[in-house]
């Protein structure tokens, strides 16, 4: 079980990293959408085309990298939506229990299929180099390549997820991976 929880470790950091350089990703994307409603105003005032479909492709791919990219930050931060109707008056390993049916039956299938589904999108795309369809809008291919990565990405850190609710159920732990105390929610960080 050692094993599993240094694997789930070194998960875990791969996925605090990532979701902590997405939070320059979001000041970005704050950044080039103040840019573009402030460049929409003055446009009409001057000689001078401040506004691009490039910027505001910009936000959007911005955007979506946060949200794609971000899943899996979330989901070892314990901030997806969940129904809670037993689910809080369960027991940590009751709790557990749920988490890893849940993670078997439900999590790692969607994921996979997400990614079969995107892939030949993906591909696609990159085969023809697929261009906004807007004038001087953004290639799209790199974008539609965050989306099985983030599947993938997401996936990996359900494995980290699995790996600490086993811990709980074997009796290794006693507390969720969520009320970990190094694992601190989104709340506290910003």
């Known amino acids: ?50 506004s691009s479909n490039a910027f505001i492709e910009t936000q959007w791919y911005l955007f979506s990298a946060v949200f794609l990219l971000g899943a899996g930050y979330t989901l070892k931060h314990g901030e997806h939506v969940r ?17 890893l049916v849940g993670t078997l039956i439900f999590f790692f ?9 995107s892939w030949p999108s993906m591909v696609n795309s990159w085969s023809v180099r697929e261009m906004s369809p807007d004038p001087g809008g953004l290639p799209r291919y790199p974008i539609k390549t965050l989306i099985p990565i983030a599947f993938l990405l997401l996936m990996v850190q359900g494995v980290s997820e699995l790996i600490h609710n086993l811990s709980v159920i074997t009796g ?15 709340g506290d960080i910003l």
């Open 1 to 50: 079980m050692d094993v599993l929880m240094n694997i789930a470790a070194a998960i875990d950091g791969l996925t605090e990293r990532l979701g902590r350089a997405l939070l320059w990703l979001t000041l970005a994307m704050v950044g080039f959408g103040a840019y573009n409603a402030v460049a929409r105003y003055l446009d009409p005032m001057t000689t001078v085309a401040l």
């Open 83 to 99: 129904v809670d109707v037993l689910y809080g008056k369960l027991s940590p390993k009751g709790q557990a229990w749920i988490n």
């Open 109 to 117: 299938p969607f994921c996979a299929l997400m990614i079969t589904v």
């Open 172 to 186: 290794r732990s006693t507390k969720s991976h969520e009320d970990d105390p190094d694992n601190p929610h989104l």
